[in-house]
């Protein structure tokens, strides 16, 4: 049900924006609290979507077919089947986030220049990830479908079709990134900077948008697949494949550049570079040698 959850975060989106503003500025009837005000509008914006998902899910229809408020006993099978599932999948996602923010890290003790242009491009890729994400979503919720009703070719038909869809949408974003490095860098100018001030920001940003062209679509093809693994139930080959990818493409080579005081921006680069190749060939080359078409989510 991605719908609902989508005009959810809408309305959280509109009730948040607005509220920033007019609490960090003190616009009509609100107080101007500046940075307590967005906190305070974040906070509302995320309490808004729990109040309309407890509505959405705690109904009478669903209490009847699911027993969503009366089975709160603890199903030791059910838990067990959750924690085997679940865990390495929210290790992998933790440890994906770890491995950005130390590259992130690492790259702001190479200067300030940097680590502004660095951080603009991350921005910028937002664009191209997060659309791909609902795209990661759909694959594992038509993959875990398909495997439901043992249907594994169904499963492997769907993912590759969500990956010609991310594909597309990456290669615009990676032209974009090429052809128009500048128009997106000035995005990021600050108010009152002068362009002479913001001009070593925007050489380097220019320059790191083409590493992100090349990132964007290798980055497609690990997005899907791993979305495909997650949801036939192969969340511990993932997790097992993140911690290594983090640590010997990620946090090693950085941690070594820093030792030998290497610096340049190229090398931490290509170390994310290699990151996400290592990632997409070996979660692409896992789903086509299909060992999880064994795998059996749900019992029965």
Not at 46 to 51: D, F, L, Q
Not at 142 to 154: E, T, Y
Request: aromatic share 12%.
């Amino acid at each position: 049900m991605t719908k609902p959850i989508m005009l959810v975060s809408l309305l959280a989106m509109t009730l948040n924006v607005p509220l920033d503003y007019c609490l960090i500025n003190g616009i009509g009837p609100f107080p101007e609290l500046g940075i307590v005000g967005a906190g305070i509008a974040t906070v509302i914006g995320y309490v808004v979507p729990v109040i309309c998902y407890c509505f959405m899910v705690f109904t009478a229809e669903n209490e009847k077919k699911y027993r969503v408020r009366s089975a709160w006993r603890l199903d030791r099978e059910l838990f067990g089947r959750f924690m085997r599932f679940g865990v390495p999948g929210g290790v992998e996602f933790f440890l994906d986030l770890f491995a950005f923010s130390f590259f992130v890290l690492m790259v702001g003790r190479f200067g300030p220049v940097e680590l502004a242009s660095t951080n603009a491009v991350f921005s910028i890729y937002t664009l191209a990830f997060l659309p791909t994400i609902g795209l990661h979503v759909a694959a594992s919720i038509m993959v875990g479908q398909a495997m439901g009703d043992k249907k594994p070719d169904m499963a492997a038909y769907a993912t590759k079709s969500v990956l010609h869809l991310a594909m597309a949408y990456m290669g615009a974003m990676a032209l974009l990134f090429i052809v128009f490095p500048e128009v997106l860098m000035n995005l990021f100018k600050a108010h009152g900077e002068t362009q002479i001030e913001f001009n070593a920001v925007l050489t380097m940003g220019v320059m790191l948008m083409r590493y992100a062209a090349v990132f964007t679509l290798i980055d497609a093809v690990a997005i899907v697949y791993v979305g495909g693994l997650k949801g036939a139930g192969d969340t511990k080959f993932v997790m097992k494949t993140m911690v290594m990818t983090s640590m010997f493409c990620i946090v090693f080579p950085l941690i070594a550049l820093h030792i030998l005081d290497i610096k340049g921006i190229h090398g931490p680069w290509m170390c994310i570079l290699l990151y996400v190749l290592v990632l997409a060939t070996t979660y692409a080359t896992r789903f086509r040698k299909g060992p999880w078409r064994k795998i059996r989510v749900i019992s029965g």
